[in-house]
T-cell receptor
Framework: NAGVTQTPKFQVLKTGQSMTLQCAQDMNHEYMSWYRQDPGMGLRLIHYSVGAGITDQGEVPNGYNVSRSTTEDFPLRLLSAAPSQTSVYFC?????????FGPGTRLTVT | AQKVTQAQTEISVVEKEDVTLDCVYETRDTTYYLFWYKQPPSGELVFLIRRNSFDEQNEISGRYSWNFQKSTSSFNFTITASQVVDSAVYFCALSEAGGRTGTASKLTFGTGTRLQVTL
């Protein structure tokens, strides 16, 4: 039981490049979400999904796309990276009582 | 809209001191959940506690205790006899309870309090 896994751990992108942050969970949770963490701002919700085929926007969705084709996977796509997207990204899945967070991906956009 | 305020940006204490981390929240919901998470220097987020809005009993878990006061919209966290391993950033968070699953699962975080415990 690996919990929530995220890849890669670190990534450096140039402005305008695209990439996908991967997130997977093996707990059969319906609800998954993506947060970004910036200094002095806590964690802010980007997108979330209540089940396969269903996604919705959170507080800061601009510049990010998501899809949920399976219960296990919830990838986050940056179509054209910008320096403002430099952040630490956390994926989470929600059980009955608590949300389980992945280890995070540190993304730098130059 | 929901809001969580952690006014203490950084706290430094000497080992064995007691320390309280403050959390004040705003919500229009009558039922909600409050959380505390710990983020050690390694970066992961560690769940500490979830509290229902209709349960105002204080909770103690080892050296940790939580004081929930609905009248002042506060959910403070106290570490007794602090240790170096308690050094971390601590986040308070809030979510709705009930209603649509997606809405009820969205967490609103405070900006965090960095706790530094030294020998």
């Amino acid at each position: 039981n690996a919990g929530v896994t995220q890849t890669p751990k670190f990534q450096v992108l140039k402005t305008g490049q695209s990439m996908t942050l991967q997130c997977a969970q093996d707990m059969n949770h319906e609800y998954m979400s993506w947060y970004r963490q910036d200094p002095g701002m806590g964690l802010r919700l980007i997108h979330y999904s209540v089940g396969a085929g269903i996604t919705d926007q959170g507080e800061v969705p601009n510049g990010y796309n998501v899809s949920r084709s399976t219960t296990e996977d919830f990838p986050l796509r940056l179509l054209s990276a910008a320096p403002s997207q430099t952040s630490v990204y956390f994926c989470a899945s929600k059980g009955i009582y608590e949300q389980y967070f992945g280890p995070g991906t540190r993304l730098t956009v130059t | 809209a929901q809001k969580v305020t952690q006014a203490q940006t950084e706290i430094s204490v000497v080992e064995k001191e007691d320390v309280t981390l403050d959390c004040v929240y705003e919500t229009r919901d009558t039922t909600y959940y409050l959380f505390w998470y710990k983020q050690p220097p390694s970066g992961e987020l560690v769940f500490l506690i979830r509290r229902n809005s209709f349960d105002e009993q204080n909770e103690i878990s080892g050296r940790y205790s939580w004081n929930f006061q609905k009248s002042t919209s506060s959910f403070n966290f106290t570490i007794t006899a602090s240790q170096v391993v308690d050094s971390a950033v601590y986040f308070c968070a809030l979510s709705e309870a009930g209603g649509r699953t997606g809405t009820a699962s969205k967490l609103t975080f405070g900006t965090g309090t960095r706790l530094q415990v030294t020998l």
